[in-house]
């Protein structure tokens, strides 16, 4: 890197300070998780980060081993609980998120930010049918709603008109997730463009980072923040303007 290079990307770092890691897992929120929470946001923050999203997976089985809706939300609101003590202790924001699947599509995932137990509930309600009837009837207007890693293998390509954004990098190292091809698409589309790791092992950590301006305080400001499509991507060493 020459001088000049090295001195711009300075300059955006700068004007971006606060890394944030959109797309992460723990266990056993995600069965194919091996990092328990507090694991994951201890790391984290020893990374540099200052916000970490817990994006669980949420499919209607995990609900139904839970006991139902109200088992599966007591569970899961006491993992982000127990994640956010974790977060005051070593200095990280930890977010609410969720990454959605619809029994009536093919194996599409979709990363939800801006939520509460009951905008959850809802959530919960809308896994039997598919992404139109949760933007349709279900979707808060506080949230949003993103596809993915849409170009790996087993997906299909939602109707973008009901998305908010589109995941272009995400940077699990175990799948081609074909981060060019989904940054062409996202942009054909003029459609807000996001960045994670899709952590699910210890390995994983720090792979990729979104950089705001500020810090995002809770899932609320988190998708506002997304809305207003102020931010750049760290992809290894290397910085990324969508």
């Not at 175990?174 to 003029?190: G, I, L, P, T």
């Not at 923040?225 to 303007?241: L, P």
Request: glycine share 6%; charged share 25%.
């Amino acid at each position: 890197m020459n001088a000049e290079t090295s001195k711009i990307k300075q300059k955006l770092m700068d004007l971006y300070p606060y890394k944030a890691e959109l797309h992460a897992h723990s266990s056993p929120a995600s069965t194919c998780s091996e990092v328990p929470a507090g694991d994951g946001v201890k790391i984290y923050a020893q990374k540099g980060y200052s916000a970490i999203a817990f994006t669980n997976h949420l499919f209607l089985n995990y609900v139904e081993s839970h006991g139902g809706k109200e088992g599966y939300l007591d569970f899961i609101e006491n993992e982000i609980n127990n994640a956010k003590e974790a977060g005051k202790k070593y200095g990280i924001n930890v977010i609410w998120g969720a990454e959605l699947r619809f029994v009536n599509e093919n194996n599409n995932d979709y990363l939800l930010f801006g939520i509460n137990r009951k905008i959850l509930s809802r959530a919960i309600d809308s896994l039997s049918f598919d992404l139109k009837t949760f933007v349709t009837e279900y979707k808060d207007p506080r949230s949003v709603i993103i596809q993915a890693h849409p170009f790996r293998n087993g997906q299909e390509r939602a109707d973008v008109s009901l998305l908010d954004g589109i995941e272009v990098f995400n940077m699990h190292p175990n799948h081609n997730s074909r981060v060019a091809v989904a940054r062409e698409y996202a942009k054909e589309n003029n459609k807000i463009m996001t960045c994670g790791t899709d952590f699910h092992e210890y390995a994983h950590a720090g792979l990729s980072a979104t950089r705001f301006k500020r810090i995002p305080s809770d899932s609320f400001e988190l998708a506002e923040m997304i809305k207003e499509n102020d931010f750049i991507f760290q992809i290894g060493d290397s910085i990324v303007i969508g």
